[in-house]
């Protein structure tokens, strides 16, 4: 009897230091990436300083991803592919790695290697929230608009935590006519994510595509009082102020943006379209 209880003993110890090894191990993992992305986030994502931070973590989700996205911007497609077939040869089991390829092929107008890998991608990592979400991107893409209405109501039902299902989804059933489900959509996406301002940001942008000023000013007044500190409200605001001829009412408002946000590009841009359309400059 005391034989067995010292092996029970013995083997809960062994599941005990498994078991923290592994959460430690883990939050190491995690940690790193957080200290990772703070050092090339000072250093403005530059080339040279991402590429010394890969040399010493290869296999960093953080840093391929900005390597591969300083291609991007650079619109330097068959760069960008290299360094995603790279991502992918230190990280064959990373979707991020996969998805990151798919982009690349896809740019540098291999449309249809593209288009084979997301297929495989699909059936390979159902689990995966950026390959269905992929995947059902690639329909609108196409323009098969109903195609993309089916996805993105699969990923809504498969990851109801995903709320470029709710949002993007949306937009594919606006695009089919189904103006009342568009909305329906996103009115019950804002109980599911009350954080995500994109949400409220969209709902607005539904009611502007059917060309209603009031709602629409209506919808950007609610999301400037839920999200005071998203720029986009009050351009929104603003734009719609504009196109309804109430010009003082859209300088106040721009001009409460500026004092909120200093110095923010899409604001000062907002104010110059602003002047222009004002005859100030």
């Known amino acids: 009897m005391t034989i067995w209880i010292s092996i029970i003993s013995f083997l809960i110890w062994v599941v005990v230091i498994y078991s923290g090894v592994r959460f430690f191990k883990k939050n190491s993992k995690e940690q790193l990436e957080v200290s990772l992305k703070f050092k090339v986030s000072v250093a403005a994502w530059s080339d040279r300083y991402v590429e010394s931070l890969l040399e010493q973590h290869p296999a960093s989700l953080v840093l391929n991803r900005q390597y591969i996205t300083n291609a991007a911007d650079r619109q330097d497609w068959p760069e960008m592919l290299r360094r995603a077939e790279q991502f992918r040869a230190r990280r064959p089991h990373s979707a991020a790695a996969q998805i990151a390829c798919v982009i690349a092929l896809r740019h540098s107008g291999r449309e249809a290697e593209a288009t084979k890998l997301l297929r495989r991608l699909v059936w390979r990592l159902p689990r995966s929230i950026e390959v269905q979400l992929e995947w ?146």
């Open 136 to 281: 059902a991107r690639d329909a609108g893409r196409r323009q098969d608009w109903a195609e993309a209405t089916h996805r993105f109501a699969k990923l809504r039902r498969r990851f109801p935590q995903a709320a470029e299902g709710y949002i993007e989804g949306s937009r594919a059933l606006l695009r089919t006519g189904h103006d009342g489900a568009a909305e329906t959509l996103l009115e019950h996406s804002k109980g599911c994510f009350p954080k995500v301002h994109y949400i409220w940001q969209e709902a607005a942008q539904l009611v502007e595509s059917q060309g209603d000023g009031e709602k629409a000013l209506a919808r950007w007044a609610e999301m400037r009082e839920r999200f005071p500190n998203t720029p986009e409200g009050y351009i929104g605001g603003a734009t719609w102020l504009m196109r309804l001829g109430r010009r003082e009412e859209a300088a106040e408002l721009i001009a409460q943006a500026r004092d909120f946000f200093p110095g923010n590009a899409t604001i000062l841009a907002a104010v110059a379209t602003l002047n222009a359309q004002s005859g100030e400059s």
